[in-house]
């Protein structure tokens, strides 16, 4: 981990000797990826050195705490900032540890002089108070900021704070398990370039929770928007969060959600033009919502529990429909009608969960290009 390398520069060199133990640090052939476990009572923390040329670095901190390098937080980054440049990172997850957010602020600082593009933050705990932001962004540029499990004594305020450390420009936030979404959206500022939010596996999340997450015109350039298994109820509920928040993707992924029929005398809504995909897979559904867009070039249905082919007035007009999973094309089903555009065999829905807890931005939609 970068921090941590930096962090072992700072520190008395007491704090980096101990005795001869099982490395906690991996590196493979290549230098490409570096895998820590500081599971040990007293954790070799000077192993963390055969990372700095690693372009991949996943650190797991044991669930410890990391108070004793709060010495170094102080410290002017500049100091180091030439051997931070010429490190290769360009990937970081930190997992599994109780970090105080003054060392956060550090860590961000820190990285500010790195070429780092992907940052994943992990089964962390954030204690304290954050620091008072600087004038300006002095965090790394990053693509990507995923974070799962990750408590922040700030409550809901830990993303616009967070957000005045990073520098404009990233395009992916993948937010899951969070321990609270409900963003003060006077404080957030706008994400300009962001194209894909993710957050799946927030099953707590709703529709309600959704409005009060999509602060209103601070994701103005929004493609793709995830919400596997975020406790999502009904197609027609999003499209509503959505409008409010004058966001337009074009791909919305609704799929793991327990979707039912909009209540009687329910709002309609008018679905966003530039959507495109709508994928509502394993979402139990028996039939058709009611109220999708008129048009789309992708609607995915599978692993429904849909009885009987849906009529051609249930379907929006739609170039690429997907029903593989249902029970009317299971060959062993009572409603088996086969598909003249398949095979006959039924790619088999039991495996479903197991897509749930994964990010959905990267599995369903995209991942940004190539480092540089």
């Not at 690693?54 to 980054?77: C, N, Y």
């Not at 707590?204 to 109820?233: D, M, S, W, Y």
Request: aromatic share 6%.
């Amino acid at each position: 981990m970068v921090l941590l390398c930096l962090l072992l520069l700072l520190l008395p060199p007491a704090l980096c000797v101990s005795e001869p133990a099982l490395e906690p640090c991996e590196v493979d052939d290549e230098d490409f990826r570096c895998f820590c476990n500081f599971t040990d009572p007293k954790p070799e923390w000077s192993s963390a050195f055969q990372c700095v040329s690693a372009v991949e670095v996943e650190i797991h901190g044991g669930g410890r705490s990391l108070h004793q390098f709060l010495k170094a937080a102080d410290t002017d980054p500049k100091q180091y900032a030439d051997m931070v440049k010429a490190l290769r990172l360009r990937r970081l997850t930190v997992a599994s540890a109780q970090v105080p957010a003054i060392l956060v602020a550090a860590f961000l600082r820190a990285l500010g002089y790195s070429r780092l593009k992907e940052l994943t933050l992990q089964d962390l705990e954030v204690t304290g108070a954050t620091p008072p932001p600087p004038r300006e962004a002095t965090g790394p540029a990053l693509s990507t900021l995923s974070l799962r499990n990750v408590s922040w004594a700030t409550g809901g305020a830990w993303l616009a704070e967070l957000q005045q450390w990073l520098k404009p420009g990233l395009k992916v936030l993948n937010i899951a398990q969070a321990h609270s979404l409900a963003f003060p959206c006077a404080q957030l500022r706008t994400f300009p370039a962001l194209t894909a939010l993710d957050l799946s596996d927030n099953p707590r999340l709703g529709e309600r929770g959704l409005t009060a997450a999509l602060c209103p015109h601070k994701f103005p350039a929004l493609q793709a928007l995830v919400l596997r298994n975020a406790g999502i109820e009904t197609p027609n509920g999003v499209c509503l969060a959505m409008a409010v928040a004058g966001v337009q993707p074009h791909r919305l992924d609704l799929s793991h959600n327990s979707l039912r029929a909009p209540a009687p005398g329910a709002p309609g809504c008018a679905w966003p033009s530039t959507l495109t995909s709508l994928n509502l897979s394993f979402a139990g559904l028996e039939q058709v919502p009611k109220g999708l867009p008129a048009r789309l070039s992708v609607l995915d249905l599978r692993c429904n529990k849909l009885n009987r082919e849906p009529r051609p007035e249930e379907l929006p007009k739609v170039s690429n429909l997907t029903l593989d999973g249902n029970p009317f094309l299971d060959p062993e089903g009572p409603n088996y009608r086969e598909d003249p555009m398949k095979s006959g065999v039924v790619p088999a829905c039991a495996h479903s969960a197991l897509a749930v807890g994964m990010s959905g931005t990267f599995v369903v939609f995209q991942r940004v290009g190539g480092f540089t």
